[in-house]
């Protein structure tokens, strides 16, 4: 099969189709024929060697990705009884495994797939359960009550963009920041105020709410530059593994959605909110997989709004 890989860490450019075995579903396994998978910021701190640590035990080529929509093909022995071969699919990788999800066919437990939200092509659908589980996570970790209020840095991401959408959906009030040309974009979310984004941006929100805010995720990962809007006694969570300290009584929490791949039930519900409006899936441009080095040098480039696709089709 084809895959696309590395053999060492470094740029965009280590990233090369290359020709595996196609790998077979084992016990409560699933082997799905992958169609596209999304390009996300994670994947690139794979290939540069950001998480070397974490695949020690794995020998190269590394391939990289997390978010993988396509067709099952394989079902292992006593795979998830919900799922069918040649049912549409999305799932949830973790590529510090043998692989991750740049490759024709992925094999990923069966409680890391749920049926692709109705309505959508395989892009769309892969830009959901990575940045959406990711979303959720942080705010049950917060578990603000219904009419609190939420900051959220990073809204013009994928990450910042469906914490929004959730937490209106919870019932909560959110204040996210936004470039100039994102404002339309945030308040699109539902975003209830939207402050200028930047270094100063603690202090933005502490203009709307001078007693600082409860919670507040932080998907731009500013850190220290961020804690001081959060009010005495509050919650942060970091995206990015910083563990503080805020001071204050803040605590910091950092979130890793690799603790949410075995909660089927979770991602089924993102799943049907996509299906429901309640989450906006989008793609910001769609490449052939060989051009993955490409993608890559567009992501780290940045002022992307929307997730690039890999098309394995």
Do not use: C
């Not at 609190?148 to 919870?170: F, H, N, R, S």
């Not at 308040?187 to 100063?200: M, P, Y």
């Amino acid at each position: 099969m084809k895959a696309i890989a590395s053999t060492t860490y470094g740029g965009p450019d280590v990233l090369r189709e290359v020709d595996l075995p196609t790998p077979e579903a084992g016990p409560g396994e699933v082997r799905i024929r992958v169609h596209a998978a999304a390009v996300n910021p994670t994947d690139a701190m794979l290939r540069t060697g950001a998480y070397a640590a974490r695949t020690t035990d794995v020998p190269p080529p590394y391939v990289p990705g997390m978010d993988a929509a396509g067709v099952i093909d394989q079902l292992g022995p006593g795979a998830d009884g919900r799922l069918a071969v040649g049912q549409r699919v999305v799932a949830l990788v973790i590529p510090t495994g043998p692989r991750g999800a740049y490759a024709e066919h992925i094999v990923v437990p069966a409680e890391s797939v749920v049926p692709a939200p109705a309505g959508t092509d395989h892009a769309e659908a892969a830009t959901l359960l990575m940045n959406a589980a990711t979303a959720r996570l942080a705010l049950d970790t917060l578990a603000l009550p219904k009419g609190a209020t939420v900051a959220v840095t990073g809204a013009a991401g994928a990450v910042g963009g469906y914490t929004i959408e959730l937490a209106k959906a919870d019932g909560l009030t959110v204040v996210a920041d936004a470039a100039p040309h994102d404002r339309d974009l945030i308040r699109g979310f539902g975003a209830d105020h939207v402050v200028d984004r930047g270094t100063d941006v603690a202090a933005r929100i502490r203009e709307l709410t001078p007693a600082g805010v409860p919670g507040l995720v932080d998907g731009s990962d500013q850190r220290e530059e961020a804690v001081p809007a959060v009010a005495d006694g509050g919650a942060f969570v970091a995206l990015r593994g910083w563990q503080g300290p805020a001071g204050r009584g803040v605590t910091v929490t950092p979130v890793f959605v690799a603790s949410v791949r075995g909660d089927t039930a979770l991602l089924d519900t993102l799943r049907l909110q996509a299906e429901q409006g309640v989450l906006s899936l989008r793609v910001a441009k769609v490449l052939p997989a060989s051009d993955a080095a490409e993608a890559h040098r567009l992501l780290e480039a940045g002022g992307l709004r929307g997730r690039l696709v890999l098309d394995f089709s």
